[in-house]
C-alpha cells in the first residue's frame, strides 16, 4: 500500500456493513467541520456539482461517503484512500439481515415477503451480494454475475498503488488503534460490541445457502485475504516502537518487501520467496545482504527508485483454475504453498524428500509452514509407480516440470494416474519473469532425447548452465569450490529445463501428441497477464 502522506486529502470509502458508520463518527470528532466533505450524492453528477466540489476539495482534509474508487478523479486530488473490509460472508448476511430487520431498507417488503438469503443470491436483485467489495475497489458496474478475475487483479492493484489503509472490521480494535498511531489522532476511541446477532444466524445456515455465498462472493473472499495479509503488515509496520531510518537498522518487521521485489524480479519470482509476505527479508539476510543488494526501510524514499517498477508475482489468477476441481486429488511439491481448494475437495501431498530434508535445503522457509507429507517420492528415480492407474479425480503441480530431469516421462505419468475426465492442473514460470531470462529456452526436440534415453538424474551440464546465468560469480572460483556448489544447486534441485508461456504451451501439446494422450485445456492464463507463470487446467478424455 500506499505511504500516508500529511498533506494530501484522505477519501474514505464506506462500504456498507463494515462498521463505517462508526468509522464516520470518529472523523467528525478528528476533524473539524471545515476539513470534512461528505459525499452522499447520487451518480450521474451533474457538471454544476462536480465544479463545487473541485472547488471545495482544495480546503478540505478528508472525504467521505458512500462512494467507489475512482471519486478521486471526479474531485481533480490525489488519490490516497482508506476503507475497512468484513469477512465477505458475514458482511452479506449482516446485510440480508439489515434489510429484514428496518422497514425503510429496499428489500425489506421482499423478505417479509418471503425472499430467503438464497433467493436473494439467486435473483441478482442487488449487487451488494455478489463480490460488492470488488466491485467497489475495481470501480467496475460488471452486470450480472460477476466472476471475472480480471476485475480482482484491477482492484488489488487499486489498493496496492492507492490505499494507505484498510482496516478489518473482526479486528476493528487493532484497525483503529492503528489508524490513531498512523494519522496522529487526538484521541483514543472505544470500541463498539462485536455483531454476534451475524455469526449466530450464519451457524444456521444450510449447506447449500452457504455453497451459494461462497460461490456469489468467491473474488471477495480472494481479495479479503489479500487484504489481510496487508493489514497485519501494516500493523507490525505502525505499531513498531522503534523507528528507524537508515538501511543498517533494517529488520524483518520494517523491512520493505514490495520495494526489493520490484527491484530483483529474479527473487520475487523464485519458488522459496513468491507469495511470502517477507520473502524479500528472507532472501535479504540469507543472500542479498553479502550480495550487495540494495534495500530500504519501508516506506523509507531517500533513495531513489529509477528502475521501471514490475508488480511482484501473485497467485489470485490461480483462484479460477482450482475452481474447477472436485473429488479426491494429489498435489505434488507444495511445500510451502499448497493449493487453496474448494471446500468439498479432499487432497493428499507428495514430494521428493521429508519435511526434514527440506527444510534442511531451504533454510529460509519456516518447517512449520510446510504441509504434511502422505507420500515420498522421487519423479526422476520412481516417477509415479507408489500410485494405481486412474487413481485420482485431480492433479496439481505446481513449479515441479521444470525441476525434473525428464519431463515428458512425469507428463505421462500424470496422465496415468489421472481418471478420465479428470483434471491436470499444472504450472511453471516464464523463463522472462524469473531469474531464468537470459538462459535459452529448453527444445522439446532436448526433453524428447532425454525421454527416449530414459533419463533420470538432472547432469551438471543443466546446472552449469544455471550457474552460469543466474550466479556468474560462483563460476570463477576452485573446481572444489564449483563442484559444491553445483551439489548445493542439486539438492536445491534448481530449475533444470527453462520456458516461456508459449514455448510451454507447445510442449504440452507435443508432448500429449507424442504420448498419444487426448486431453484438453479448459483454463489457461500466461505470465504476459500474471507476470510470473504459465498456468493451465488440462482434462483427460
Same mark, same amino acid.
Given at each position: ?17 463494515? /462498521? ?12 473539524? $467541520? ?27 482534509? #478528508? ?7 475512482? #471519486? ?48 436473494? +443470491? ?9 463480490? %460488492? ?24 492493484? %487499486? ?12 479486528? +476493528? ?39 451459494? +455465498? ?32 537508515? $538501511? ?20 520475487? /519470482? ?12 528472507? @532472501? ?32 489470485? @489468477? ?164 564449483? /563442484? ?10 534448481? %530449475? ?5 508461456? +508459449? ?21 489457461? @492464463?500466461?505470465?504476459?497477464?500474471? @507476470? ?10
Amino acid at each position: 500500500m500506499r505511504e500516508y502522506n500529511s498533506n494530501l486529502p484522505l477519501i474514505f470509502l464506506h462500504i456498507p456493513k463494515t /462498521a463505517g458508520t462508526f468509522f464516520r463518527d470518529i472523523i467528525v470528532k478528528e476533524y473539524s $467541520e471545515k476539513q470534512c466533505l461528505y459525499l452522499y450524492y447520487p451518480a450521474p453528477y451533474s457538471a454544476k456539482l462536480i465544479a463545487e466540489l473541485q472547488a471545495q476539495a482544495t480546503q478540505k482534509k #478528508i472525504f467521505y461517503g458512500h462512494v467507489s474508487y475512482g #471519486i478521486h478523479s471526479l474531485l481533480n486530488v490525489e488519490p490516497q484512500y482508506i476503507t475497512f473490509f468484513r469477512e465477505p460472508i458475514e458482511r452479506v448476511v449482516s446485510f440480508y439481515l439489515h434489510n429484514a430487520k428496518h422497514k425503510q431498507a429496499p428489500f425489506y417488503t421482499d423478505i417479509q415477503s418471503g425472499m430467503s438469503l438464497l433467493d436473494m +443470491l439467486e435473483s441478482g436483485v442487488t449487487h451488494e451480494v455478489n463480490n %460488492h467489495l470488488t466491485r467497489i475497489i475495481a470501480h467496475e458496474s460488471f452486470p450480472g454475475k460477476l466472476e471475472d478475475l480480471a476485475v480482482l487483479e484491477k482492484a488489488s492493484k %487499486h489498493i496496492e498503488q492507492n490505499f494507505c489503509f484498510v482496516g478489518l472490521t473482526e479486528q +476493528l480494535e487493532t484497525s483503529i488503534h492503528t489508524l490513531e498511531k498512523k494519522l496522529t489522532w487526538r484521541y483514543h476511541h472505544s470500541i463498539p460490541s462485536p455483531d454476534l446477532k451475524t455469526q449466530a444466524y450464519l451457524k444456521k445456515l444450510d449447506k447449500i445457502t452457504l455453497a451459494a +455465498l461462497n460461490d456469489y462472493n468467491y473474488l471477495d473472499l480472494l481479495l479479503y485475504s489479500h487484504v489481510k495479509r496487508l493489514f497485519h503488515h501494516e500493523v507490525k509496520i505502525t505499531m513498531s516502537s522503534s523507528s528507524p531510518s537508515v $538501511e543498517e537498522s533494517l529488520t524483518e518487521v520494517n523491512f520493505d518487501n514490495e520495494y526489493y521485489f520490484s527491484l530483483y524480479p529474479d527473487v520475487a /519470482a523464485h519458488p522459496a520467496y513468491q507469495g511470502v509476505a517477507n520473502g524479500g527479508w528472507l @532472501h535479504w539476510i540469507r543472500f542479498g545482504k553479502d550480495e550487495g543488494r540494495k534495500a530500504r526501510i519501508i516506506g523509507n524514499n531517500t533513495q531513489i527508485f529509477k528502475k521501471e517498477k514490475k508488480l511482484a508475482p501473485s497467485l489470485i @489468477h490461480r483462484g479460477k483454475g482450482y475452481k474447477m476441481l472436485t473429488g479426491h486429488g494429489l498435489e505434488i511439491g507444495a511445500l510451502h504453498q499448497p493449493a487453496q481448494l474448494p471446500n468439498d475437495c479432499t487432497i493428499e501431498y507428495c514430494d521428493a524428500a521429508s519435511r526434514e530434508e527440506l527444510s534442511s535445503f531451504f533454510p529460509e522457509l519456516n518447517i512449520d509452514d510446510f504441509v504434511k507429507i502422505n507420500y515420498i517420492c522421487d519423479l526422476d528415480k520412481q516417477g509415479l509407480s507408489l500410485f494405481k492407474t486412474e487413481q485420482y479425480d485431480f492433479l496439481i503441480i505446481n513449479h515441479v516440470i521444470e525441476h525434473v530431469a525428464n519431463p515428458i516421462k512425469v507428463i505421462e505419468e500424470l496422465f496415468r494416474i489421472l481418471k478420465r475426465n479428470g483434471k491436470l492442473v499444472i504450472s511453471a514460470p516464464d523463463k522472462d519473469y524469473t531469474f531464468d531470462k537470459h538462459r535459452g529456452l529448453t527444445s522439446f526436440e532436448h526433453l524428447l532425447s532425454e525421454y527416449k534415453e530414459n533419463v533420470t538424474t538432472v547432469t551438471d551440464a543443466h546446472y552449469l548452465d544455471f550457474l552460469k546465468a543466474v550466479h556468474p560469480e560462483l563460476m570463477s572460483g576452485s573446481p572444489e569450490s564449483l /563442484a559444491a556448489h553445483i551439489q548445493n544447486v542439486r539438492n536445491r534441485r534448481e %530449475h533444470a529445463h527453462v520456458w516461456d508461456s +508459449l514455448s510451454f504451451q507447445d510442449f504440452m501439446k507435443e508432448a500429449l501428441n507424442h504420448l498419444n494422450i487426448k486431453a484438453e485445456c479448459l483454463f489457461l @492464463h500466461t505470465a504476459e497477464k500474471n @507476470h510470473f507463470e504459465y498456468f493451465s487446467v488440462w482434462q483427460k478424455y
